[in-house]
């Protein structure tokens, strides 16, 4: 037998290995040192990643790489996720890369992905299971640090925007190994509030393990069967947490979140004005619907000229008139009422009002309000804001002492 018949061309034994090689390795992790680093102007990425012992060919594609959160560099550790191709013009194989973590990160990286695609399949993700955020909450829940700037900016843009709102601070741990469980206790004390109306979880940005109690199953089934919704508003924008997936709603920042939670005083006049708007609009069509039906009988019987037909019911229809009158004016007299009673509401609820009533707030030197006796040591100057003005006290002794 003459074994240049049994031999297969290169091209034949390159799709051999390709059908052997790619099917075994479609779906695989490995990790090693970025060199030889290009980033084409086509958008797509190709270098090599290497140990101590051996290197791989790499590419990845500009379709992929956009949602890189980092810059590669030569020498840099990372964890890819891809899959093995055979490239048959040269008959080398290459890491076609669907993914890309920093190696420091990448045990982390690997179990968020595990819980995501755990909760997911479990329905925890899907929008029909999340509740709706209340349009005018009453009183709202705050979860996040004591300390941290996050609080204040929160508080900040609530006086600014919305003063009647009613703050309940609930602090918690929010990063290390006990935040997770920290941050759950906080979400049960809080629900079992009867008029907490809504709930906002707030952390500001840090790293993938900064922001790890964030991505903890106990928090995340935690959020799920809270029965109060819950605003996710964790790190920055580009920072996504396990519990910003399974919160009812997911905002970019906490600053974001403080806006969204409820309307300013802007948006309640803007709503009511909408609303008086239509009721006139409503009056005003059915008032023209009613004249239109008295102009059709008014015509209708004047042509068939029956003169007692027509004086009956033109005393009808004045009758009719009147009535009509009488119903609309009252109508409006009664929302009109319900709109005061609203705007008295609205502005009962405002701080300044309290103050103007004979109430006052006393604020520590660093402008913190003081809550309790406690806050403020003896000897110690501090400030109270009245209605018409502020005033410097010192506090000499404790009454209860």
């Not at 005083?265 to 709503?271: A, M, R, T, V």
Request: charge should be positive.
């Amino acid at each position: 037998m003459n074994s240049s018949e049994n031999s297969l061309t290169v091209s034949e034994l390159t799709a051999k290995i390709k059908g052997i090689i790619e099917p075994q390795f479609s779906n695989i992790w490995v990790s090693g040192e970025i060199s030889n680093f290009k980033h084409h102007s086509s958008g797509h990425m190709y270098f090599t990643i290497k140990d101590k012992s051996s290197e791989l060919r790499c590419v990845m594609f500009k379709g992929l790489n956009r949602s890189i959160q980092f810059k590669p560099e030569n020498g840099m550790d990372i964890l890819l996720q891809g899959k093995i191709t055979l490239y048959e013009l040269r008959g080398q194989y290459q890491l076609i890369v669907q993914s890309m973590q920093p190696a420091g990160i990448g045990t982390l990286y690997l179990a968020f992905e595990a819980l995501k695609k755990q909760l997911l399949s479990e329905g925890l993700f899907d929008q029909s299971k999340k509740m709706e955020l209340p349009k005018f909450p009453r009183k709202i829940g705050l979860i996040t640090s004591r300390t941290g700037a996050v609080l204040k900016d929160m508080i900040n843009i609530f006086n600014r925007r919305a003063p009647y709102a009613n703050l309940v601070l609930c602090p918690s741990i929010v990063q290390g190994e006990s935040a997770s469980m920290d941050i759950v206790h906080a979400i049960n004390r809080l629900s079992s509030i009867n008029d907490i109306d809504l709930i906002i979880l707030a952390r500001g940005g840090g790293s993938i393990e900064d922001l790890w109690p964030f991505n903890e199953e106990l928090l995340a089934r935690a959020i799920s069967k809270c029965e109060i919704p819950i605003i996710s508003a964790v790190g920055h924008e580009t920072d996504v947490t396990i519990s910003d997936m399974v919160a009812d709603f997911r905002a970019p920042t906490p600053s974001a979140a403080a806006e969204i939670a409820i309307p300013s005083i802007l948006e309640l006049k803007q709503i009511i004005n909408q609303k008086i708007e239509r009721m006139n609009s409503y009056f005003e069509y059915y008032s023209n619907q009613m004249w239109q039906k008295l102009d059709f009988l008014s015509e209708r019987h004047a042509l068939q000229k029956p003169v007692s037909i027509i004086n009956r019911h033109r005393q009808s229809a004045k009758k009719l008139s009147k009535t009509l009158e009488i119903s609309i004016n009252h109508l409006i007299s009664i929302n009109r009422s319900k709109i005061v009673g609203l705007e008295k509401g609205i502005r009962a609820l405002s701080p300044i009002d309290v103050l103007n009533r004979g109430y006052s707030i006393a604020f520590k030197k660093d402008g913190n309000i003081i809550r309790g006796e406690d806050d403020v040591s003896i000897g110690e100057s501090f400030i109270l804001r009245t209605g018409k003005g502020r005033m410097k006290a010192k506090k000499k002794k404790s009454l209860s002492s």
